[in-house]
């Protein structure tokens, strides 16, 4: 092969590239400075002198189009950007690396607008501050303490209740007809009463005392309790008349926590 054809062949493959690359920006919407035409220009000049042929003519024109589009879009990148003051992101970091510290926290406050401000510390919040952290006990010795007493709930029995005086030695059965008739008098109209302001006393242990009397009104069938799962509410209803199958017929134990704290709420009005 002729030297002369080697290179129009390989005129003819820089020219292709050259049309392909400029096509693919323009499709692809990429940055049209990739196209570097001061070096492609004189590609397509070397070459023009050794084109004959129609075919070639042609493809040395597709060329240039190919190039004056990529300029085209070159002018207007250039454009969008200058209008929108758009700076090129690499231009504003090599600027800001060439200024002193001192000259960008001057433009870092010149530019900052909070929109919210907190507190500043003072003197006064630095001495507290450094107070509770001198004073502050160690971590091992913070952790060995415990969490606090637990308490457990049992069971009691009428002679513990005797010696504790919480119940007196008076006969249980005459306590017992008494808290019924009271119980009845009180439901008279809405024919049930809530549990927490029937056994409610003025001492924490009179009311403990009310309670476990109660507890034997239901037990013997002298009333029976109602209970509002909705509201969380426990009434209880006396009957006429004892009803002595019920002693130890129970289908099933209703437990009620009658402790110190829910005596408390009772009596400042927040039980329901």
């Not at 070397?46 to 190039?67: M, T």
């Not at 001192?102 to 500043?120: A, D, G, M, N």
């Not at 209970?227 to 002595?244: A, G, H, Q, Y």
Request: charged share 30%; glycine share 4%.
């Amino acid at each position: 092969m002729s030297s002369g054809s080697q290179k129009r062949r390989l005129g003819k493959e820089h020219l292709q590239r050259i049309i392909n690359m400029c096509q693919s920006i323009e499709q692809r919407g990429i940055d049209p400075f990739l196209v570097e035409v001061d070096s492609i220009i004189p590609i397509i000049h070397e070459y023009f002198p050794e084109w004959h042929d129609v075919d070639e003519l042609c493809l040395d024109a597709e060329a240039l189009h190919q190039v004056a589009s990529a300029i085209e879009l070159q002018s207007i990148w250039v454009k969008q950007r200058s209008t929108s003051l758009y700076t090129d992101p690499f231009i504003i970091e090599d600027k800001l690396r060439r200024l002193p510290k001192e000259e960008v926290c001057t433009l870092f406050l010149k530019s900052w607008h909070p929109i919210v401000e907190f507190e500043q510390i003072s003197p006064k919040s630095l001495h507290e501050a450094a107070e509770y952290w001198r004073d502050l006990l160690p971590l091992n010795e913070r952790w060995g303490k415990g969490t606090g007493a637990q308490t457990e709930t049992g069971t009691t029995t009428h002679e513990e209740l005797l010696q504790q005086q919480i119940i007196s030695d008076k006969k249980f059965s005459t306590e017992l007809e008494t808290l019924w008739q009271e119980l009845k008098l009180k439901s008279e109209n809405s024919k049930k009463v809530d549990y927490w302001d029937f056994i409610g006393a003025e001492t924490y242990e009179e009311t403990v005392r009310r309670a476990y009397i109660t507890s034997f009104l239901v037990t013997y069938g002298y009333a029976t309790l109602e209970i509002d799962r909705l509201e969380e509410i426990i009434f209880i209803k006396p009957k006429e008349t004892p009803n002595s199958a019920a002693q130890g017929n129970q289908a099933y134990s209703v437990p009620i926590l009658v402790g110190f704290e829910e005596w408390e709420s009772w009596r400042r009005g927040e039980r329901e």
